[in-house]
């Protein structure tokens, strides 16, 4: 694998159920975020993790839940969604750099999430 | 705090003529700009970016872009449209003082006519 893989590419669940999207990046970087991509709105940044400890919540609801086990690995977990939260769901990663230069965001290719 | 304006939300040009995609940023000290395309039912993929030096960036599949402080204004320009470039185009606009975040544009829609 290369890049920044995402599982699974579609899922559907109920309100009720609970599940776990996952990415995977195999480009050696420290780095990582959640996205959410609606239709008709702007890319939203959910999360960052900075070498594994996570440094941006940008006002998620707590039924979205991060994870960040190492450097390679970023899940997100889901309990009780709403049809609202119904989106493109993508992961990125980049080398960040403590004296503040900035790198690029590689993307994967996202998780099509239907809440029904 | 940033803020990226990306004024057009569609565009159609004719396949083989010019394509200029327009983006204005917000942003206090000297910005780092991105272009980056999605396909549909894929990620985003760098296209080119702008950290310093000189204002012309060269990306890949032939497009370019200019940065113009005083018009803060980072435009994305290719000279003849080929019909695979029909896809979604984001400006996104990253500084020092923010860390490793970006703030992305709403995304300009490109649709090439044969």
């Known amino acids: 694998e290369t890049g920044v893989t995402q599982t699974p590419r579609h899922l559907v669940m109920g309100m009720t159920n609970k599940k776990s999207l996952k990415c995977e990046q195999h480009?050696?970087?420290?780095?990582m975020y959640w996205y959410k991509q609606s239709a008709k709105k702007p890319l939203e940044l959910m999360f960052v993790?900075?070498?594994?400890?996570?440094?941006e919540n940008n006002s998620v609801p707590s039924r979205f839940s991060p994870e960040c086990p190492n450097s390679s690995h970023l899940f997100l977990h889901l309990h009780t969604l709403q049809p609202e939260d119904s989106a493109l769901y993508l992961c990125?990663?980049?080398?960040?750099?403590?004296?503040?230069?900035?790198?690029?965001?590689?993307f994967g290719p996202g998780t099509r999430l239907t809440v029904l | 705090a940033q803020s990226v304006t990306q004024p057009d939300i569609h565009i159609t040009v004719s396949e083989g003529a010019s394509l200029e995609l327009r983006c204005n940023y917000s942003y206090g000290a000297t910005p780092y700009l991105f272009w980056y395309v999605q396909s549909p039912g894929q990620g985003l993929q760098l296209l080119l970016k702008?950290?310093?030096?000189?204002?012309l960036v060269q990306g890949i599949k032939g497009f370019e872009a200019e940065f113009k402080r005083s018009q803060s204004s980072f435009n994305l320009r290719k000279p003849s449209v080929h019909w695979s470039d029909a896809a979604e185009y984001f400006c996104a606009v990253g500084g020092k003082e923010y860390g490793n975040k970006l703030v992305f544009g709403a995304g300009t829609i490109l649709r090439v006519k044969s």
């Open positions: 702008y950290f310093s030096g000189d204002t």
């Open positions: 993790y900075n070498f594994k400890e996570q440094t």
């Open positions: 480009l050696g970087h420290n780095a």
């Open positions: 990125a990663s980049s080398q960040f750099r403590t004296s503040g230069s900035q790198n690029e965001q590689f």
